[in-house]
């Protein structure tokens, strides 16, 4: 019976991102000290040369503009090494053509992981998918390296990407405005207003006497919050 096979435990939203040290498509990193002060999107594919990790690369790649001006960098992990993943995104330039995307170069750091060090210690490696490919997780983190949203997929299923996007705008927007984001929020929409701590801030509002706050009931308030408020805020221009 094996008993010397370490166990990583999954790191939870809250949580200090696992530290690590890598070699990367970019050079090496120190991970998240040489990101802080900035967003992070970490992610995961399963393998170099596959087609939904090629569609996956070239839309993030496409979309990288974006997400720096939101203040987020991205970077990319597989269990490959730096030879292949060099080869596979010329590649992606030289060859590959996707809903119109072509010529695409991907210049965010792509992380070799041969050991899967990294990938086990952030719960990549999910036995039920395989016990040599990182599952397509995303983990979002924030300018002091704590983990703010983990989001996992399967093998087969390419990402939504417009959804990362939003995802990062909310987070900002909520620690921006002390604010909470409804379903499907974007920017322009009401957002939720922190649940009333006592039974005279309840009153209050549901009173009508809380300035710019409309209340379903006393536990369910929102308010307006402009767009070009919400985007001057969270994103550079």
Same mark, same amino acid.
């Given at each position: 019976?094996?008993?010397?096979? +370490?166990?990583?435990?999954?790191?939870?939203?809250?949580?200090?991102? /696992?530290?690590?040290?890598?070699?990367?498509?970019?050079? +090496? *990193?120190?991970?998240?000290?040489?990101?802080?002060?900035?967003?992070?999107?970490?992610?995961?594919?399963?393998?170099?040369?596959?087609?939904?990790?090629?569609?996956?690369?070239?839309?993030?790649?496409?979309?990288?503009?974006?997400?720096?001006?939101?203040?987020?960098?991205?970077?990319?992990?597989?269990?490959?090494?730096?030879?292949?993943?060099?080869?596979?995104?010329?590649?992606?330039?030289?060859? *590959?053509?996707?809903?119109?995307?072509?010529?695409?170069?991907?210049?965010? /750091?792509?992380?070799?992981? *041969?050991?899967?060090?990294?990938?086990?210690?952030?719960?990549?490696?999910? /036995?039920?998918?395989?016990?040599?490919?990182?599952? #397509?997780?995303?983990?979002?983190?924030? /300018?002091?390296?704590?983990?703010?949203?983990?989001?996992?997929?399967?093998?087969?299923?390419? #990402?939504?990407?417009?959804?990362?996007?939003?995802?990062?705008?909310?987070?900002?927007?909520?620690?921006?405005?002390?604010?909470?984001?409804?379903?499907?929020?974007?920017?322009?929409?009401?957002?939720?207003?922190?649940?009333?701590?006592?039974?005279?801030?309840?009153?209050?509002?549901?009173?009508?006497?809380?300035?710019?706050?409309?209340?379903?009931?006393?536990?369910?308030?929102?308010?307006?919050?402009?767009?070009?408020?919400?985007?001057?805020?969270?994103?550079?221009?």
């Amino acid at each position: 019976m094996e008993t010397n096979k +370490e166990i990583y435990a999954m790191p939870r939203i809250g949580e200090q991102a /696992p530290s690590f040290t890598a070699v990367t498509t970019q050079g +090496e *990193i120190n991970f998240p000290k040489d990101y802080e002060g900035s967003w992070v999107i970490l992610f995961s594919h399963p393998a170099d040369f596959t087609p939904v990790c090629t569609s996956e690369f070239m839309t993030f790649a496409v979309m990288e503009e974006q997400f720096n001006k939101a203040g987020c960098k991205l970077v990319g992990l597989s269990v490959d090494g730096l030879y292949s993943h060099i080869a596979w995104l010329r590649t992606i330039k030289e060859k *590959i053509e996707y809903k119109g995307m072509k010529n695409v170069e991907v210049t965010f /750091p792509l992380i070799e992981d *041969i050991t899967m060090e990294v990938a086990k210690k952030y719960g990549m490696i999910q /036995p039920g998918e395989s016990n040599t490919k990182a599952v #397509r997780a995303v983990f979002i983190i924030d /300018p002091k390296g704590i983990i703010r949203t983990i989001i996992y997929y399967p093998l087969s299923l390419g #990402r939504n990407f417009d959804e990362l996007y939003r995802a990062l705008i909310a987070l900002k927007t909520a620690d921006e405005f002390s604010i909470a984001t409804p379903a499907d929020w974007r920017p322009g929409d009401d957002v939720i207003v922190p649940t009333a701590g006592s039974c005279g801030t309840a009153k209050n509002r549901m009173d009508g006497k809380e300035e710019g706050v409309e209340c379903k009931d006393w536990f369910f308030c929102t308010k307006k919050l402009d767009k070009d408020t919400v985007l001057k805020k969270v994103v550079t221009r």
